[in-house]
């Protein structure tokens, strides 16, 4: 599959306009009708065409289409991401664009440098808007033809509360008021602030060259050079404080027009730093480590994949840090960047003069393409991204070491999808960090298949059932005490017609992971009540009673109780004759529906196990409130058990004391996987009721069953 | 009794404009803004497709001939003014913004500083022989021929001890025939949920809403003569287009809206 579908569903211009204009519409108010606003959606989509074609990308096209959106008032909250998701979905699809080679990523380039620009036109605007109404409160108070005049305590009030920062200064630059907003933004208080000079209190942190000094643009101010001035950024305050803040300055004329003093208003901008920063990350590259963000690495590997002849090898490795927090947490954030950073530059210098690309994929993740890459040995590859990566990194005097866990796939271009290449990269990787830190490991491709190999065998189950390749068998469950069969255990069993065998729990689990198995539980029911019922005839002895076990997903089945009763009418079995297997953490996991199904079959007469009892007292509560005829042990208690028999383990104390408070309240205790004599004598002593296990009896088919 | 410009108490004009996502508020706007959003989370879609409804009402009036407009309870300049929209239309067009609240109007004459085709009056609605003899009306608009009366989300700001059918009515009877009332008003009609609590903030704030049924609205259209929609929720008057509604009826109908003919 190629990885940038040409046109699968092929798109217009005024298609892509229409639906765009539809969803910006829907963010905020829009001063234009529907048609005016799909004509300038499609100037605008035009153009980004344009840009995207050109090589390079034009991405001075794509900040003018920022400032424009911005003009035309599409700046509600959601009016920018919106407009990105409708155009990374529909530019693609454009018949205009399907010539152009490498256009995921000529896209995702041209569509970060409009969200950035995006972000600073908008950022520019809401600072004017500030200023102008701070500059209109002002002459609200100062005009002298207006007529409702505000008292002056008034205006002392609404101007020492306000959340705006304004000092007034003479024109010399002094401050001659200030509210307490201000004070707090340049980090002292008002009485400092009184009587200080302007440009001692704040300056840029990061001056452009071409711009005035703050100092300067006052004096332009005064001067009558400049009408109103404006800054953004990064204000340094004297306390060395940086604040993200808005101001801007402008000059008060007294009534007959000459200028007296200079106003500063200051707001703090962080929450639009904030969106900023967020649309950044829509950008390609991360800021930290100024390598290619997740994005960006994956329409260059969609790029590379659909590029490639579908023969050619494409590595991807994915590296991971172990235990970075530890470094993060212990000895510092800034620590911790530092190292990310020198990670960053090292794993770009391994692959310089590569056809390969280094990206940060997440906090501590990184991913490397490489492309056409046929020869390399891969085991030296990992060895030397970990010796290259392990080489302390000296932060201060400090030197930090990490170990790193790298995931590696090498597959043909052909027949493989961008995500379907990173995702074998993670297994890998997860793989690899599960042995321990400082492991790598190769796409193991028995692995998936395996794991394929399950998924094709569940899509089978509905077909084998039809055609009657599963079948029951029965266990005897017997005394412990005279070994005496109180009930046959019902155990499924698949013969595929290539003659291999799916167990009872491996078919049951197949079946409860594809949601089969509610489908299959009526059939489960009836199946093993009837051969029951029939093997019964056949033997015309004491019948002993059927137990069936119900999965997690079965027990919790709003229809169970309709289900068995119906297998119970069309067997012709009593209902004193089925016990019913529970898994106790289906009860755990607090569906009410299983309570209520477990109250149900109860009083139906059914003789209901709790299975999977461990060594705690958790599910006692159970006993008292449920009527619980039997509880089965968990079988890896009993294998424990079985490798270290006598008492010192904790576990088997445990039990024996779980087992007797069972016992008290009347509910039989059952053990599952009792396979030699010294085991059913353990059982004995511990004060067990019953077993199942090879010591007792192979599961077999109905008619030889004792 | 005056009100001063208050930058402390939050008031409805930057209010509605912070909905509107204009950055003309302060922080004690956005705050009462977003605490009335989280009991009425639709309130940013209802006030989209109010504004979207000043939008096409404005071109609806250019395009039936009126050249002249009073917009009374202007509010502050935001997205999409009347004078923008009319002006865009017919570069001919003039308009006289009246507002009470001198921040708003302080900003109107901002904005419209050398736009001599568009003024603004710092007034009382209820003041109508100060506002239509005013020296800017008198300058702007002729009075004999019609004119465009624009009544938008502000009736619902006076109470009934004012007789604002009253009100409405003597600014009818100073108006030339063919001249046009345009008006909104939000109602509690379609109770939308989390509506009486929202109302319960305004109630701290210095401009309480009286909210009204639909009878009540329709009755401020007398002696006008309703034109094609009739009296409707906001977003249901002619709409154009996808943004000029939401998908949430009740939002969709916050607001009544018409526009009537003096005959
Ligand atoms: C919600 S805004 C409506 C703005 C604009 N008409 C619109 O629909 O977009 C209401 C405006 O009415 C103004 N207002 C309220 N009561 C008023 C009165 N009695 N006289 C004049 N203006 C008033 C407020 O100051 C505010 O600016």
Redesign the interface.
Same mark, same amino acid.
């Given at each position: 599959m190629s990885a940038d579908p040409p046109a699968q569903s092929g798109l217009t211009v005024a298609g892509l306009a229409h639906v765009w204009?539809?969803a910006?519409? +829907?963010t905020?108010? @829009?001063?234009?009708? =529907?048609?005016e606003?799909e004509q300038l959606l499609t100037r605008l989509i035009n153009r980004l065409v344009t840009a995207v074609a050109a090589a390079p990308t034009d991405e001075q096209a794509a900040i003018e289409v920022a400032a424009e959106l911005v003009a035309r008032?599409l700046? =509600?909250?959601s009016?920018i991401s919106r407009s990105l998701e409708v155009l990374e979905d529909g530019l693609p699809r454009l018949a205009e664009l399907q010539h152009v080679g490498q256009r995921g990523a000529a896209i995702s380039r041209v569509l970060s440098t409009l969200a950035g620009g995006y972000a600073e036109v908008l950022r520019q605007?809401?600072l004017d808007? +500030?200023a102008?109404?701070t +500059?209109? @409160?002002l002459?609200?108070?100062l =005009?002298t033809e207006?007529?409702?005049?505000?008292?002056e305590a008034?205006?002392r009030?609404?101007f020492s509360?306000?959340?705006?920062g304004i000092a007034i200064s003479d024109l010399g630059g002094t401050v001659v008021t200030a509210n307490r907003a201000f004070a707090r933004i340049v980090g002292r208080t008002v009485d400092d602030v009184v009587g200080t000079a302007l440009p001692k209190l704040l300056y840029s942190a990061d001056q452009p060259a071409d711009e005035p000094t703050l100092g300067e643009a006052y004096h332009k101010l005064a001067s009558g050079e400049l009408t109103q001035f404006r800054r953004q950024g990064q204000l340094t305050a004297a306390s060395d404080e940086v604040a993200w803040i808005f101001l801007a300055g402008f000059l008060l004329h007294d009534p007959e027009g000459v200028p007296t003093h200079h106003v500063i208003t200051t707001e703090d901008i962080t929450e639009l730093h904030l969106l900023q920063q967020e649309l950044g990350r829509q950008g390609l590259h991360d800021r930290l480590t100024g390598l290619p963000n997740e994005y960006y690495f994956m329409s260059r590997l969609k790029d590379a994949l659909e590029a490639a002849d579908p023969s050619a090898m494409i590595t991807v490795s994915r590296v991971n840090l172990d235990s970075f927090s530890v470094i993060n947490d212990g000895i510092g954030v800034t620590a911790g960047d530092f190292l990310l950073c020198s990670i960053a530059a090292r794993l770009q210098e391994l692959f310089a003069g590569e056809r390969a690309m280094v990206a940060r994929i997440a906090s501590d993740d990184f991913a490397i393409l490489i492309e056409d890459d046929t020869q390399r040995d891969l085991s030296q590859l990992a060895a030397t991204i970990n010796t290259r990566l392990s080489e302390p990194v000296y932060f201060g005097n400090q030197g930090i070491a990490v170990s790193v866990g790298i995931g590696l796939v090498r597959r043909r271009a052909g027949g493989i999808s961008a995500g379907e290449l990173i995702r074998a990269a993670n297994t890998t990787l997860h793989r690899a960090k599960r042995v321990g830190p400082g492991q790598w490991d190769l796409y193991d491709m028995e692995y998936d298949i395996r794991q394929r190999e399950r998924c094709q065998l569940a899509a089978e189950i509905p077909g084998a059932w039809e055609n009657g390749e599963i079948d029951v068998h029965y266990q005897p469950l017997c005394r412990l005490d005279d070994g005496g069969i109180v009930a046959l255990a019902a155990v499924l069993r698949w013969e595929r017609a290539d003659g291999s065998v799916v167990g009872h729990s491996d078919f049951l689990e197949l079946a409860e992971q594809t949601g089969l198995v509610v489908s299959l539980g009526q059939w489960i029911l009836e199946k093993t009540c009837s051969v029951h019922v029939q093997a019964l005839n056949h033997r015309r002895e004491k019948p002993p009673l059927l137990r069936v076990d119900l999965t997690a997903q079965l027990s919790q089945d709003p229809d169970l109780v309709g289900v068995v009763r119906a297998a119970l009418v069309a067997t012709g079995l009593g209902a004193q004759q089925l016990w019913l297997g529970v898994p106790l953490t289906a009860l755990t996991r607090g569906h009410g529906d299983v309570v209520d199904n477990v109250r149900t079959l109860a009083e139906l007469g059914i003789k209901i196990v709790l299975i999977g009892a461990q060594a705690d007292h958790g599910y006692l509560a159970y006993l008292e409130d449920l009527p619980v005829g039997a509880v089965e042990i968990a079988p890896d208690i009993v294998a424990r058990i079985a490798g270290r028999p006598g008492n010192d383990l904790l576990v088997a104390r445990a039990i024996r004391q779980v087992i007797s408070l069972v016992r008290s309240t009347g509910v039989t205790v059952i053990v599952p996987g009792v396979d030699t004599p010294e085991q059913a004598q353990w059982w004995r002593d511990a004060g067990a009721d019953a077993a199942l296990g090879t010591h007792f009896g192979f599961p077999a088919p109905p008619f030889d069953s004792h | 009794m &005056?009100?001063?410009?208050? !930058?402390?108490m939050p008031n409805a004009a930057r209010v509605y404009d912070y909905w509107?996502?204009?950055?003309?508020?302060?922080? #004690?706007d956005r705050a009462l803004a977003d605490k009335i959003q989280q009991v009425l989370p639709g309130i940013r879609d209802a006030? *989209?497709v109010h *504004? #979207?409804f000043l *939008? *096409?009402a404005v !071109?609806f009036l250019v395009d039936s001939g009126i050249r002249q407009f009073l917009d009374v309870g202007s509010g502050i300049p935001t997205?999409?003014n009347v004078h923008?929209?009319a002006q865009r239309a017919n570069p001919e067009c003039r308009v006289v913004y009246v507002d009470k609240e001198?921040?708003a109007?302080?900003?109107s004459?901002?904005l419209l500083a050398g736009n001599d085709r568009a003024a603004v009056i !710092?007034a009382d609605l209820r003041d109508v022989e100060k506002i239509l003899d005013h020296p800017q009306t008198k300058r702007l608009l002729d009075l004999d021929q019609p004119v465009g009366l624009l009544m938008l989300a502000v009736l619902h700001f006076v109470p009934d001890s004012w007789d604002p059918a009253g009100i409405v009515a003597r600014y009818r009877d100073r108006l030339a025939s063919g001249s046009y009332v345009t008006l909104s008003h939000a109602t509690t009609d379609g109770s939308p949920a989390g509506l009486a609590e929202a109302l319960r903030f305004y109630e701290q704030t210095p401009e309480p809403m009286y909210l009204r049924g639909y009878d009540e609205v329709l009755r401020f259209f007398a002696g006008f003569e309703l034109v094609e929609s009739g009296l409707v929720g906001c977003a249901f008057w002619r709409p154009?287009? &996808?943004?000029?509604s939401?998908?949430s009826t009740e939002m969709n109908a916050l607001a009544y809206a018409g526009v009537g003919r003096k005959p």
């Amino acid at each position: 599959m190629s990885a940038d579908p040409p046109a699968q569903s092929g798109l217009t211009v005024a298609g892509l306009a229409h639906v765009w204009a539809a969803a910006a519409s +829907q963010t905020t108010y @829009l001063p234009v009708s =529907g048609d005016e606003l799909e004509q300038l959606l499609t100037r605008l989509i035009n153009r980004l065409v344009t840009a995207v074609a050109a090589a390079p990308t034009d991405e001075q096209a794509a900040i003018e289409v920022a400032a424009e959106l911005v003009a035309r008032d599409l700046t =509600g909250s959601s009016s920018i991401s919106r407009s990105l998701e409708v155009l990374e979905d529909g530019l693609p699809r454009l018949a205009e664009l399907q010539h152009v080679g490498q256009r995921g990523a000529a896209i995702s380039r041209v569509l970060s440098t409009l969200a950035g620009g995006y972000a600073e036109v908008l950022r520019q605007r809401t600072l004017d808007e +500030q200023a102008e109404v701070t +500059q209109a @409160l002002l002459q609200a108070k100062l =005009g002298t033809e207006r007529e409702l005049w505000i008292s002056e305590a008034r205006f002392r009030q609404v101007f020492s509360e306000s959340a705006v920062g304004i000092a007034i200064s003479d024109l010399g630059g002094t401050v001659v008021t200030a509210n307490r907003a201000f004070a707090r933004i340049v980090g002292r208080t008002v009485d400092d602030v009184v009587g200080t000079a302007l440009p001692k209190l704040l300056y840029s942190a990061d001056q452009p060259a071409d711009e005035p000094t703050l100092g300067e643009a006052y004096h332009k101010l005064a001067s009558g050079e400049l009408t109103q001035f404006r800054r953004q950024g990064q204000l340094t305050a004297a306390s060395d404080e940086v604040a993200w803040i808005f101001l801007a300055g402008f000059l008060l004329h007294d009534p007959e027009g000459v200028p007296t003093h200079h106003v500063i208003t200051t707001e703090d901008i962080t929450e639009l730093h904030l969106l900023q920063q967020e649309l950044g990350r829509q950008g390609l590259h991360d800021r930290l480590t100024g390598l290619p963000n997740e994005y960006y690495f994956m329409s260059r590997l969609k790029d590379a994949l659909e590029a490639a002849d579908p023969s050619a090898m494409i590595t991807v490795s994915r590296v991971n840090l172990d235990s970075f927090s530890v470094i993060n947490d212990g000895i510092g954030v800034t620590a911790g960047d530092f190292l990310l950073c020198s990670i960053a530059a090292r794993l770009q210098e391994l692959f310089a003069g590569e056809r390969a690309m280094v990206a940060r994929i997440a906090s501590d993740d990184f991913a490397i393409l490489i492309e056409d890459d046929t020869q390399r040995d891969l085991s030296q590859l990992a060895a030397t991204i970990n010796t290259r990566l392990s080489e302390p990194v000296y932060f201060g005097n400090q030197g930090i070491a990490v170990s790193v866990g790298i995931g590696l796939v090498r597959r043909r271009a052909g027949g493989i999808s961008a995500g379907e290449l990173i995702r074998a990269a993670n297994t890998t990787l997860h793989r690899a960090k599960r042995v321990g830190p400082g492991q790598w490991d190769l796409y193991d491709m028995e692995y998936d298949i395996r794991q394929r190999e399950r998924c094709q065998l569940a899509a089978e189950i509905p077909g084998a059932w039809e055609n009657g390749e599963i079948d029951v068998h029965y266990q005897p469950l017997c005394r412990l005490d005279d070994g005496g069969i109180v009930a046959l255990a019902a155990v499924l069993r698949w013969e595929r017609a290539d003659g291999s065998v799916v167990g009872h729990s491996d078919f049951l689990e197949l079946a409860e992971q594809t949601g089969l198995v509610v489908s299959l539980g009526q059939w489960i029911l009836e199946k093993t009540c009837s051969v029951h019922v029939q093997a019964l005839n056949h033997r015309r002895e004491k019948p002993p009673l059927l137990r069936v076990d119900l999965t997690a997903q079965l027990s919790q089945d709003p229809d169970l109780v309709g289900v068995v009763r119906a297998a119970l009418v069309a067997t012709g079995l009593g209902a004193q004759q089925l016990w019913l297997g529970v898994p106790l953490t289906a009860l755990t996991r607090g569906h009410g529906d299983v309570v209520d199904n477990v109250r149900t079959l109860a009083e139906l007469g059914i003789k209901i196990v709790l299975i999977g009892a461990q060594a705690d007292h958790g599910y006692l509560a159970y006993l008292e409130d449920l009527p619980v005829g039997a509880v089965e042990i968990a079988p890896d208690i009993v294998a424990r058990i079985a490798g270290r028999p006598g008492n010192d383990l904790l576990v088997a104390r445990a039990i024996r004391q779980v087992i007797s408070l069972v016992r008290s309240t009347g509910v039989t205790v059952i053990v599952p996987g009792v396979d030699t004599p010294e085991q059913a004598q353990w059982w004995r002593d511990a004060g067990a009721d019953a077993a199942l296990g090879t010591h007792f009896g192979f599961p077999a088919p109905p008619f030889d069953s004792h | 009794m &005056p009100s001063g410009v208050d !930058q402390v108490m939050p008031n409805a004009a930057r209010v509605y404009d912070y909905w509107l996502d204009g950055a003309h508020n302060f922080a #004690a706007d956005r705050a009462l803004a977003d605490k009335i959003q989280q009991v009425l989370p639709g309130i940013r879609d209802a006030i *989209r497709v109010h *504004r #979207a409804f000043l *939008r *096409r009402a404005v !071109q609806f009036l250019v395009d039936s001939g009126i050249r002249q407009f009073l917009d009374v309870g202007s509010g502050i300049p935001t997205v999409g003014n009347v004078h923008e929209i009319a002006q865009r239309a017919n570069p001919e067009c003039r308009v006289v913004y009246v507002d009470k609240e001198s921040v708003a109007v302080a900003h109107s004459e901002l904005l419209l500083a050398g736009n001599d085709r568009a003024a603004v009056i !710092q007034a009382d609605l209820r003041d109508v022989e100060k506002i239509l003899d005013h020296p800017q009306t008198k300058r702007l608009l002729d009075l004999d021929q019609p004119v465009g009366l624009l009544m938008l989300a502000v009736l619902h700001f006076v109470p009934d001890s004012w007789d604002p059918a009253g009100i409405v009515a003597r600014y009818r009877d100073r108006l030339a025939s063919g001249s046009y009332v345009t008006l909104s008003h939000a109602t509690t009609d379609g109770s939308p949920a989390g509506l009486a609590e929202a109302l319960r903030f305004y109630e701290q704030t210095p401009e309480p809403m009286y909210l009204r049924g639909y009878d009540e609205v329709l009755r401020f259209f007398a002696g006008f003569e309703l034109v094609e929609s009739g009296l409707v929720g906001c977003a249901f008057w002619r709409p154009s287009g &996808p943004g000029d509604s939401c998908n949430s009826t009740e939002m969709n109908a916050l607001a009544y809206a018409g526009v009537g003919r003096k005959p």
